[in-house]
């Protein structure tokens, strides 16, 4: 199997650091917005997924995944259920992890899954990150920060190995009914991941257009399915109760 020597890598406490203080210097940028009640929730779903392949404010290859859902659960039910499963060590799909609590907030994880692409190929990605919880005016607010090393046997092309930051924003917000700024039963789950390739080359970028970016996606996929059919199954859960 293509990728099953590599094992687990465990991060030294100075990369948590190193994430952490991303996380807290991402927040201080997003908290005049977060705190800024009036700002309008929309009532329509959207996904966009945007690959920047030219120089500007981004990095040439940079990719950004962003979606907002409203959500039939209370605000504190959906940022439960998504700590929770940080608590517990991450999502099912990751064949091998390592959690720390850092603080109250702040979660660290060492993990390892394996990604199968439509071709039979596989790609492992080794990943260090970092989570915390934040409270804001407008809800609670999940920060993530990332490193990855992915690393494939590939009929066609051989093996590589390609490192990517990875950067996320949850944000959890009652929908007010009517202009109302009360608790409600429906809420939007705003989410912003960004992967940002260590390697700007021709080369690395169509590796990561034809590699990366779709396994990256079917993650990032999986992983929202999972958090809605965890909330479906305590609602359920309660209502049988």
Same mark, same amino acid.
């Given at each position: 199997e293509p990728g099953a020597g590599y094992q687990l890598r465990?991060?030294?406490?100075?990369?948590?650091? @190193?994430?952490?203080?991303?996380?807290? %210097?991402?927040?201080?940028? +997003?908290?005049? =917005?977060?705190? $800024?009640?009036?700002?309008?929730?929309?009532?329509?779903?959207?996904?966009?997924?945007?690959?920047?392949?030219?120089?500007?404010?981004?990095?040439?290859?940079?990719?950004?995944?962003?979606?907002?859902?409203?959500?039939?659960?209370?605000?504190?039910?959906?940022?439960?259920?998504?700590?929770?499963?940080?608590?517990?060590?991450?999502?099912?799909?990751?064949?091998?992890?390592?959690?720390?609590?850092?603080?109250?907030?702040?979660?660290?994880?060492?993990?390892?899954?394996?990604?199968?692409?439509?071709?039979?190929?596989?790609?492992?990605?080794?990943?260090?990150?970092? @989570?915390?919880?934040?409270?804001?005016? %407008?809800?609670?607010?999940? +920060?993530?920060? =990332?490193?990855? $090393?992915?690393?494939?046997?590939?009929?066609?092309?051989?093996?590589?190995?390609?490192?990517?930051?990875?950067?996320?924003?949850?944000?959890?917000?009652?929908?007010?009914?009517?202009?109302?700024r009360d608790p409600s039963d429906i809420s939007q789950l705003?989410?912003?991941?960004?992967?940002?390739?260590?390697?700007?080359?021709?080369?690395?970028?169509?590796?990561?257009?034809?590699?990366?970016?779709?396994?990256?996606?079917?993650?990032?996929?999986?992983?929202?399915?999972?958090?809605?059919?965890?909330?479906?199954?305590?609602?359920?859960?309660?209502?049988?109760?």
């Open positions: 465990l991060a030294s406490p100075s990369v948590f650091d @190193m994430l952490e203080e991303r996380v807290n %210097t991402r927040f201080r940028e +997003l908290e005049a =917005s977060l705190n $800024d009640t009036s700002q309008h929730v929309s009532s329509v779903d959207t996904e966009l997924i945007q690959v920047y392949n030219k120089n500007g404010d981004r990095n040439m290859g940079t990719v950004e995944f962003k979606r907002a859902q409203l959500l039939p659960f209370q605000e504190t039910a959906i940022s439960g259920i998504i700590w929770s499963i940080v608590e517990m060590g991450g999502f099912p799909d990751g064949h091998d992890s390592r959690i720390i609590r850092r603080s109250e907030d702040v979660y660290a994880m060492d993990s390892r899954l394996t990604v199968c692409l439509d071709n039979g190929d596989s790609v492992s990605m080794n990943t260090h990150s970092v @989570m915390k919880r934040f409270l804001t005016a %407008t809800g609670t607010v999940l +920060l993530l920060e =990332s490193n990855s $090393d992915w690393t494939a046997d590939l009929e066609d092309s051989g093996s590589w190995v390609q490192t990517t930051d990875e950067g996320g924003c949850f944000v959890i917000r009652s929908y007010g009914i009517n202009g109302s705003h989410s912003e991941l960004t992967l940002r390739p260590s390697d700007p080359s021709e080369n690395a970028r169509r590796t990561v257009n034809d590699v990366v970016i779709p396994s990256f996606r079917e993650i990032v996929e999986s992983r929202h399915q999972f958090v809605e059919n965890a909330l479906f199954d305590c609602l359920r859960t309660t209502r049988v109760a």
